[in-house]
């Protein structure tokens, strides 16, 4: 089978199929969770722990799953990563009490840790620089596609097969992709039995070749520690995903709570945020790659600003069909934020670095996971209330607005060097 020069988009939707699987294997537990606090008998700031589970995992692996997606196959990471993690969320429908169910969902985090980072590595290997806000934001999207999928789904198992099930359901889906994960994929374009010569040409001639990736640990971990911008990165990134994290673990749960909804019709209503997120990561990465010739960092400003009025907009609002529209609103923005902060790591960030730092990234975004969860369920317990934890979330979405001005300047004076250096070439 010979490809013309499309394969490389092949390859991403199978990350997008990856990335897709991996968020409906985290939302069943949200759909679960009013039941799993009857049959635990568990308080909102115990479950606010088991949803941070995962969090605490997935961070502790994120940066050690980017260093070791650079040093070695991102493909052969993902193929681990997604058996483990398959196999963890069988175990979640076995367990018989909290401190089980903590620690199978710590380990099914950890698990999942190196997804992000090994996606962003491949997609930096095969696809081109023009083309990489896009693609970041097309399998981002799978993110928040996963919860409109999942959480349905998981609501029609749950009612009818009772909460262990839903966890046996999509973890044995989950491991019929592992071989077909190692056959149909390659971490790098030459290694593709596929691939066409013509592809294969118009990939290495916008791809500089990385350098080695052999240093050890401590060297890579100096030169993210030490480097501004991977800082700068995390935090806005940290601010940008509490509230996406927040959502994931409880929004479902709002809607039975603080709306009355029944738990099917709360997975309904809280799959059309995540569609609005979906078409967010979609949209802004082509707007930023066409429209604005690969300009992010405006963008990422914008799209965050407005998350903060549209969420308290959301909690506030006697009526659920605007509270639906403005957390769709929010939802737009907040992940298309995520989804661009996706693609400068690629720009601004050495080539064998990608990983690393975009792990380095996702660690702190995944801290932002572990506290969010457990704050929400803590505020929940103290006031009956979800709105003071949505303000201090989507607040945070403001603070990273903030932040990001000095990474433009820095992105402003990339594109003026290369520039230069394009109109040298051209003279």
Request: aromatic fraction near 12%; charged fraction near 10%.
């Amino acid at each position: 089978m010979e490809n013309k020069g499309r394969l490389r988009w092949f390859i991403l939707a199978w990350l997008f199929i990856l990335t897709l699987v991996s968020y409906m294997d985290r939302v069943n537990l949200s759909m679960a969770v009013p039941l799993i606090m009857e049959d635990f008998h568990l308080n909102a700031a115990q479950i606010g722990v088991v949803i941070s589970g995962l969090t605490i995992g997935y961070t502790i692996v994120n940066f050690p799953g980017g260093f070791l997606a650079d040093r070695f196959s991102p493909k052969t990471i993902l193929i681990v990563s997604l058996t483990f993690w398959s196999l963890f969320t069988i175990t979640t429908g076995m367990v018989g009490g909290l401190t089980a169910m903590i620690v199978v969902r710590i380990l099914f985090g950890a698990s999942e840790g190196p997804l992000g980072p090994s996606n962003t590595k491949i997609v930096s290997n095969w696809m081109l620089p023009r083309e990489r806000g896009m693609a970041s934001g097309i399998w981002l999207s799978a993110m928040t596609l996963g919860v409109v999928v999942g959480a349905p789904l998981a609501g029609l198992i749950i009612e009818n097969m009772g909460w262990r099930s839903v966890f046996y359901v999509f973890g044995g889906g989950s491991l019929v992709l592992v071989a077909f994960t190692a056959y149909l994929i390659t971490a790098k374009p030459e290694e593709h039995r596929w691939i066409s010569k013509t592809e294969l040409d118009l990939i290495k001639s916008h791809s500089d070749p990385p350098k080695s990736t052999k240093e050890p640990f401590s060297d890579v971990m100096k030169e993210i520690l030490t480097n501004p911008i991977t800082w700068l990165l995390a935090f806005i990134y940290f601010g940008l995903t509490a509230l996406y994290w927040a959502n994931m673990g409880w929004l479902p749960t709002y809607f039975v709570k603080a709306r009355g909804s029944s738990i099917l019709g709360s997975g309904l209503y809280s799959a059309i945020p995540n569609i609005s997120a979906s078409f967010g990561a979609i949209l802004v990465g082509i707007i930023s790659d066409r429209l604005v010739k690969g300009w992010r960092t405006p963008l990422l400003i914008i799209t965050s600003i407005i998350t903060l009025p549209a969420t308290v907009i959301a909690v506030n609002t006697p009526s659920i069909q605007i509270s639906l529209l403005a957390f769709s609103i929010a939802g737009f923005c907040d992940f298309a934020a995520i989804a661009l902060m996706w693609a400068i790591p690629m720009e601004l960030v050495r080539k064998e670095r990608v990983a690393a730092s975009s792990g380095f990234m996702l660690a702190w975004g995944s801290f932002a996971g572990v506290l969010s969860p457990i704050i929400m369920g803590a505020i929940l317990d103290k006031t009956s209330s979800f709105n003071s934890a949505y303000y201090m979330f989507a607040s945070a979405a403001l603070i990273s607005a903030i932040l990001a001005i000095p990474l433009y300047l820095k992105e402003k004076a990339a594109r003026n060097a290369s520039s230069q250096i394009s109109g040298a070439l051209t003279q």
